[in-house]
């Protein structure tokens, strides 16, 4: 069964440097999503991406954030100058299209700790 | 918001018995999901539920939902051990399907 794949599944970093969260949706998925979970805390929608441009993000995605899809296969997060706070579990979702369902398939996540 | 907010927070219950979580949200939405989240994992979808269904089965899951109360609940009909995990609701809103999680309720389903 085809399955969202994500790396590292873990990634340690010290604050200020840039972190790059790569996601490889399902194939044939148009929709693509980042969520965070900090610990304890609920998943927070951050962005979401269709047809190579942000269709949505939240007040969390802020200039530190950025999102692209740089080949057929690949949909990375990127944190440019990372913060205590942005230590999460990072979850890259991807979903069929607008017009068939919306079921979300997420991958495992990447737990980014920030130093 | 149109965050789903879950109740209760957390739930403990002995094997064999029945589990009942209720998720409300705030806004008119298009589609009310269900995830499970084991401890430090991702998310699994369980259930998908249209607002314009008001009731849906897969295997030992029961989803309905309540528009006109915006509300949502999941049963997990005689529950297992493994089935102890964190549990989710999800909402999408026409036009736009990025998801609103709410906070998680808790089950702990004791051998």
């Known amino acids: 069964e085809p399955e969202v794949t994500q790396t590292p599944s873990h990634q340690v970093t010290q604050m200020g440097q840039e972190v790059i969260l790569r996601c490889v949706p399902i194939?044939?998925?148009?929709?693509f999503y980042w969520y965070r979970q900090i610990l304890g805390q609920k998943v927070e929608f951050l962005v979401s991406?269709?047809?190579?441009?942000?269709?949505?993000k939240s007040e969390i995605f802020d200039d530190q954030f950025s999102v692209e899809r740089p080949d057929g296969s690949n949909f990375t997060l990127k944190i440019r100058s990372t913060k205590l706070e942005d230590s999460a579990m990072y979850f890259c979702?991807?979903?069929?299209?607008?017009?068939?369902?919306?079921?979300?398939?997420f991958g495992p996540g990447t737990r980014l700790t920030v130093t | 918001s149109q965050q789903g907010e879950e109740d209760p927070q957390a739930l403990s219950i002995q094997e064999g018995e029945n589990a009942t979580m209720n998720c409300s949200y705030k806004?008119?939405?298009?589609?009310l999901q269900w995830y499970r989240q084991n401890s430090g994992r991702g998310l699994v979808h369980l259930i998908l539920?249209?607002?314009?269904?008001r009731e849906k089965h897969s295997g030992r899951l029961r989803v309905t939902l309540d528009t006109s109360k915006k509300s949502s609940s999941l049963l997990i009909t005689a529950s297992r051990a493994a089935d102890t995990a964190s549990y989710f609701c999800?909402?999408?809103?026409?036009?736009?399907?990025?998801?609103?999680f709410g906070a998680g309720t808790r089950l702990t389903v004791k051998p």
């Open positions: 991406f269709y047809n190579n441009e942000i269709s949505e």
């Open positions: 806004t008119s939405i298009n589609n």
């Open positions: 999800a909402t999408d809103r026409w036009n736009n399907n990025d998801m609103r």
């Open positions: 194939s044939n998925h148009l929709y």
């Open positions: 539920i249209r607002s314009n269904e």
């Open positions: 979702a991807s979903s069929p299209g607008e017009n068939l369902s919306y079921e979300q398939y």
